[in-house]
């Protein structure tokens, strides 16, 4: 069974930071690109960040220069460090595996991010 479990979500003010950590178990980890995605409500699902199982990285220009996404396959483990964080932050952030051959994507169940005074 593929389990994404998203953990590291809070209430902060703005300005302040965040970590958010996803660990898979089910799938040979190392084979997934795994990426960062955050929902607010009313609003689609958005790709916020990326990272290859080759660590090729990529960033939306929302949250260049502030967050960034890194990987420690030993423990299956996607993060993504968020600084300076913005009340437009606010969403439900989750996770995703992607595996291309044969084609597989696997969703968390999301971690609050809420970001306000």
């Known amino acids: 069974q593929v389990r994404l479990v998203e953990s590291g979500g809070g209430l902060v003010q703005p300005g302040e930071s965040l970590k958010l950590s996803c660990t898979a178990s089910?799938?040979?980890?190392?084979?997934?690109?795994m990426t960062w995605h955050r929902q607010a409500p009313g609003k689609q699902r958005e790709l916020v960040a990326s990272i290859t199982n080759s660590n090729i990285i990529n960033y939306s220009e929302s949250v260049k220069g502030r967050f960034s996404i890194s990987r420690d396959n030993a423990k299956n483990t996607v993060y993504l460090q968020m600084n300076n964080l913005k009340p437009e932050d606010t969403a439900v952030y989750h996770c995703?595996?992607?595996?291309?051959?044969?084609?597989?994507?696997?969703w968390g169940q999301g971690t609050q991010v809420t970001v306000s005074s």
């Open positions: 995703k595996a992607v595996r291309l051959i044969p084609v597989r994507t696997y």
């Open positions: 089910g799938i040979d980890f190392s084979l997934h690109a």
